[in-house]
């Protein structure tokens, strides 16, 4: 029997390789001749880099680049695929973990640094990009990080603009006369788990810059400045910008890349288990388990487990997800799952559960369950239930 484990971290507890070497212990002191694949997967925020990674046999390499407020810091990428694909997650260089609640304002944090990122990536010899923009502390639609790749946003006197979201309401003209030669050849991929257009009362700035640090006046003037900007670009080569679902993700990010770099915007799971070519992975596979932190309703919009299943049903391989907690919903009843279960006792604290050492008993006690139960061929009959108790029959 062929197993494939692809769990997303179990946050606060576990990595996903942890979750994953747990499990497997469990599984194989019920079952030891049990053939186990691995997968270590991510969503497309957080750990992106390090799943492809993994996975790819590739590499971490580090630049100097700025943070969200120009000062000068160390970031790092991932190189993978014989050096062709960079794997880049934004927060790394424009996340709003890199400053203080007092220096949150996106009216002057600018993406500048995330444009360095690709810039060095491009003079590694990378075409190939798969970005993750979660996590941004930024409201700038893009330029910033089009600046460092050659990018000039001109205000009505022709003069040059820099800085954070403040300068999109004053942009009249965008030249691309000295954008970086190697951006002809590149491909973006971003991941994108977000419908919010650009601009509007669902857009980037009215329902993520106040979480960013923005009030109520810095709210309107983005949302001003995403609007000129949007005209701005249509202006400049037909991109239209309102036709585009999640182009106000990362506060624009994914409408800058879309309409000035050409970049798809895809799910992020979507997008993680395309590049690793997860679909090849699990051919011939008997069973797939995946897992996170939690499942229920939300995790059918995109989550890890959702993607997974897609994958698998497609190929007629059924799935059994584990997960920290369990809301129990009717959608996930119908959502083709085999089996979904709670590795915690009900009567166990939050609090005790997530220490790493509980955490990681209760994923490996998780996986004897289901050796037993795949030993019995009965992995589909089992319901929602915490561990520690038999499931229903």
């Excluded at 007092?102 to 590694?124: C, M, V, Y």
């Excluded at 932190?293 to 190929?315: C, E, F, H, W, Y």
């Amino acid at each position: 029997m062929t197993v494939t484990l692809a769990f997303d971290s179990f946050k606060g507890s576990l990595r996903s390789d942890e979750v994953a070497d747990a499990f497997a212990q469990g599984l194989c002191s019920v079952l030891p001749g049990l053939y186990i694949k691995k997968v270590y997967i991510a969503d497309g925020g957080e750990g992106t880099a390090e799943a492809l990674i993994r996975n790819l046999n590739g590499e971490f390499v580090h630049a100097q680049v700025c943070d969200p407020l120009g000062r000068r810091i160390t970031a790092r990428y991932g190189i993978v695929e014989k050096g062709r694909t960079a794997v880049i997650e934004m927060a790394a260089a424009s996340g709003l973990t890199l400053l203080s609640a007092k220096e949150r304002n996106p009216l002057s944090t600018h993406t500048f640094g995330t444009g360095q990122l690709i810039a060095d990536a491009l003079g590694k010899g990378c075409r190939n990009f798969f970005i993750g923009i979660g996590g941004s502390a930024t409201n700038d639609g893009g330029t910033g990080m089009l600046r460092a790749l050659g990018f000039r946003f001109l205000d009505k006197s022709g003069n040059e603009l820099s800085g954070g979201g403040e300068i999109l309401e004053r942009i009249v003209r965008i030249d691309s006369s000295a954008i970086m030669p190697s951006l002809k050849d590149a491909r973006f991929t971003v991941a994108c788990d977000v419908d919010n257009p650009f601009f509007g009362l669902n857009g980037a700035a009215y329902v993520y810059a106040p979480q960013k640090g923005a009030d109520r006046n810095a709210v309107e003037k983005l949302d001003k400045g995403l609007r000129t900007f949007a005209r701005v670009i249509r202006d400049y080569n037909g991109f239209d910008l309102t036709r585009l679902p999640g182009s106000g993700a990362a506060g624009g990010m994914g409408g800058g890349m879309a309409a000035l770099l050409g970049a798809r915007l895809e799910r992020g799971i979507d997008m993680v288990l395309r590049a690793i070519r997860f679909d090849e992975t699990i051919q011939g596979c008997d069973w797939v388990i995946t897992g996170e932190g939690q499942i229920d309703s939300q995790t059918l919009m995109g989550k890890a487990p959702a993607g997974i299943l897609n994958v698998a049903v497609r190929k007629g391989i059924p799935v059994i997800a584990i997960a920290g907690k369990v809301v129990p919903c009717t959608a996930l009843s119908q959502s083709g799952f085999a089996s979904i279960l709670c590795i915690n006792d009900r009567n166990q604290p939050l609090q005790t559960a997530m220490r790493h050492d509980v955490a990681w008993d209760n994923v490996r006690r998780s996986g004897i369950r289901v050796a037993q139960f795949l030993t019995k061929h009965e992995a589909a009959s089992m319901t929602v239930c915490p561990t520690d108790n038999p499931p229903t029959q």
